[in-house]
């Protein structure tokens, strides 16, 4: 599992809009590539104070890695970036 901020809300969502192997989505518990927004998944029910205080911003995204093939990932990832 690795997070990054890109920067800005419109980043997010043009990075979001373009992943193709990446499910939006919580932790399934499953094997599969998964991407979230923590700040309005994972911890939309602690404060705002609280979440920046923490680094959790509106732009931060956290990846967890699945099986596929990595190289894939990383095309996937490549693309969504540009």
Do not use: Q, W
């Amino acid at each position: 599992m690795i997070s990054f901020d890109i920067g800005s809300e419109e980043k997010r969502d043009n990075f979001l809009e373009r992943l193709e192997i990446f499910s939006l989505a919580e932790s399934l518990g499953g094997v599969e590539s998964l991407v979230c927004v923590p700040y309005d998944m994972t911890h939309a029910a602690v404060p705002e104070e609280s979440k920046l205080e923490m680094g959790i911003t509106k732009s931060l995204i956290r990846l967890s890695i699945g099986i596929e093939d990595c190289s894939d990932l990383i095309d996937d990832l490549n693309s969504s970036f540009s």
